[in-house]
């Protein structure tokens, strides 16, 4: 166990270590130790078993270390080789006068002398030797300290523990200006420009100020080094001495700025604190307002410890690689916020890079429940694209889509939304055909879709509904569409069914290049069926058709924009489209109603004969209604200018503007 006599310890190993007891291992006695080798590992380990000081060390075997949890001998002997290192480090220091001697031994006064005031501290010495077996002054404080003694030993603990401590004059601040007003003018410009460094300056450009050469400016601040080396390692220097082990140990590896009067009371910088900084091997980084050791950096993102691989971070781990690093306990919050690349989300710490599907997947993580792409991008808190940031987690194999609208990550193993079709014939692969009601409560509640969807998409050519029961087809059950082509606004029928004529109006979508709803009339004829796509060939741009079998709206076509363009074609005008059924070609032409001048013109312009061989009953052929109905029905289709024509025709002639039909007779099949 610590403390047995009986086992080696590292005390026994390293007897010197008994001198430097007050020592801690991340302070300012032990940074030549830490500098030579890097040491952050071993300690770590020591920090997370409560080693923090040598005296601590002083009391730990390497049989000890064996009983660690994950501990073996390779660990076991690193720790052995620091503690080597710092005993070797500790001869040197007292070799050379900067580490307390040994106390001496023997039977000399037992007083001790605060300002005028002597205290015998014999009865103190005889009881803690008699009662504690106290060896050192340091075992004997911590006996006394109990507060277990007969009256007359407590009250001589007490007379002494109370006496007021004289006063001292110690000031590091007087002691450096009076050191650097005995510097000549030009060794206090070298100085100030180039050790404390508030306003830096070049070897070149003080050696032009002071007409010497580069190399001369560089010899002088050599000699200023070495003078101020030796004046530190002084008593003349000792209050500075003590003044940089607090500043050490106050400010450790980093700290804010705002902690070192850096700016003086007139305003201006601070020499005796921007050389106190230079003598404790620190630099001030203004831009970023902190003080930093020189050689000290933060953790990279690629260094941070993170829980499950990311991106959550183990602030446990970090706090203790800051500590590592030289950053004090009360700095540890403040440091954890400096480092690049993380962040906190619902106060949780978490790596935060500038890739947004990388905070999208940190704000995931940390909820832990389903998101959409606007609740994500709250939480992102900063302006950007929230389209674009839907479409890259849609390219992320990481996360998917569980709702509408809503993202999680794949690996939380929820069942993916892929849309309201896949997910209606997902179910219906599971259990086999379902009750059009129950499907839609299922998904609702899996997927929060709504009820009115799943009824609207019920009617794609996929599905088959037969007495509220909802099935897949087979693929030996064609798809048979309702087709009314009189009642489609702008179709016709030409040369006996073989070409068809679409007069389509010019809107913003159109002009803007979107595709848009196809005539379920034309993609039939033109051998369209669900699940299937044809190309209409035209010297502008071909044209696609697709038919969706998953959906319910029909089929669709590209954009007709270069085709508007190509004719001249602006926002409400029509566009006349004539399919080949034959050679699977497009025409497109400009139709203009207004520029007839008869209303037999404007009809033989439509079906694309001779003005004095079109019939009233070829209009009714190539609309697919009766003459009897033509009129009515190309009002309610909204072809007004055609059933204007018709009716005025329909009243001068009687029936006909020329008795004999011609070959265009003929309905789209």
């Known amino acids: 166990m610590p403390g047995d006599r009986s086992i080696e310890t590292f005390g026994t190993r390293h007897p010197v270590l008994h001198q430097v007891k007050a020592w801690h291992l991340l302070g300012l006695e032990l940074r030549p130790v830490r500098e030579a ?31 660690w949890r994950a501990f073996g001998v390779g660990k076991v002997e690193r720790i052995a080789v620091f503690a080597h290192r710092v005993a070797r480090h500790a001869e040197s220091q007292i070799a050379a006068g900067y580490a307390p001697q040994a106390p001496p031994t023997g039977d000399g006064p037992q007083n001790l002398t605060l300002g005028d005031a002597v205290h015998d501290l014999t009865l103190l010495v005889e009881w803690a030797r008699f009662s504690g077996g106290a060896l050192t002054v340091g075992e004997a404080l911590r006996h006394l300290a109990g507060g277990d003694a007969p009256a007359d030993v407590a009250a001589a603990v007490s007379a002494v523990s109370e006496s007021p401590l004289p006063k001292v004059d110690i000031d590091p601040l007087p002691d450096i200006l009076e050191w650097i007003a005995d510097l000549s003018a030009r060794d206090a410009r070298v100085l100030e420009r180039r050790l404390i460094r508030f306003e830096g300056a070049t070897l070149d450009e003080l050696g032009t100020e002071f007409s010497l050469t580069r190399e001369r400016i560089r010899q002088i601040e050599s000699q200023l080094k070495t003078r101020l080396a030796e004046w530190v390692a002084s008593d003349e220097g000792r209050s500075v001495r003590w003044s940089l082990h607090l500043l050490e140990r106050g400010l450790g590896a980093c700290a804010p700025d705002s902690e070192v009067p850096l700016v003086g009371d007139d305003g201006g910088h601070s020499d005796e604190f921007g050389l106190l900084l230079y003598l404790a091997g620190m630099d001030w980084d203004r831009d970023s307002g902190l003080i930093r050791r020189r050689g000290f950096s933060w953790p990279k993102p690629s260094e941070v410890p993170l829980v499950d691989n990311g991106p959550m971070v183990d602030e446990d781990a970090l706090r203790l690689d800051l500590l590592a690093r030289g950053v004090v306990d009360h700095h540890l919050s403040w440091a954890v916020d400096q480092i690049k690349g993380l962040g906190r989300l619902q106060d949780t710490l978490v790596l935060w890079p500038g890739n947004l599907v ?67 014939v997902t179910r219906i692969e599971e259990v086999g055909p379902c009750v059009l009601r129950e499907l839609a409560d299922h998904l609702a509640e899996r997927h929060a879709i709504k009820p009115g969807s799943v009824t609207a998409y019920s009617a794609a050519p996929i599905f088959v509904l037969e007495d509220g029961v909802l099935r897949l087809r087979r693929p030996d059950e064609p798809y048979v569409p309702s087709l009314r082509p009189a009642a489609v606004r702008g179709l016709f029928a030409l040369d006996g069914a073989s070409r068809i004529a679409l007069h389509v109006r010019v809107d913003k979508e159109i002009l803007r290049g979107s595709g848009r709803p196809f005539p379920v009339e034309v993609a039939s004829a033109l051998g369209v069926a669900p699940g299937q796509s044809a190309v209409m060939s035209n010297t502008v741009r071909d044209l696609p058709i697709n038919w969706s079998a998953s959906s319910h709206m029909g089929p669709n076509i590209g954009s007709l924009r270069a085709h508007a363009e190509a004719v001249g074609a602006t926002d409400g005008d029509e566009l006349r489209l004539v399919f080949d059924r034959t050679t699977h070609s497009l025409d497109c032409t400009l139709f203009d109603p207004s520029v007839a001048t008869h209303p037999s013109q404007l009809l033989a312009r439509v079906l694309e004969l001779p003005e004095e061989l079109v019939t009233l009953d070829d209009m009714g052929a190539a609309v697919g209604v009766d003459l009897a109905v033509l009129e009515p029905t190309l009002r309610r289709r909204g072809d007004d200018a055609i059933a204007n024509a018709v009716s005025v025709l329909t009243d001068t002639t009687t029936g006909s503007v020329n008795p004999t039909p011609s070959s265009n007779s003929a309905a789209i099949d």
């Open 37 to 67: 080798q890097d040491y952050r590992l071993e300690l770590q380990w020591l920090e997370r078993r409560g080693i923090r000081t040598v005296a601590d060390l002083l009391d730990l075997s390497p049989a000890d270390a064996l009983t």
């Open 358 to 424: 990388e905070q999208a997947i940190a704000v995931l993580t940390v909820s832990g429940v389903p998101k959409s792409h606007e609740q994500i991008a709250r939480h992102i808190g900063r302006d950007i694209n929230i389209k674009g940031l839907r479409d890259r987690l849609f390219q992320d194999s990481r996360v998917i889509r569980v709702t509408k609208d809503d993202f999680a990550l794949a690996s939380w193993g929820m069942p993916e939304y892929g849309g309201v079709v896949a997910s209606m």
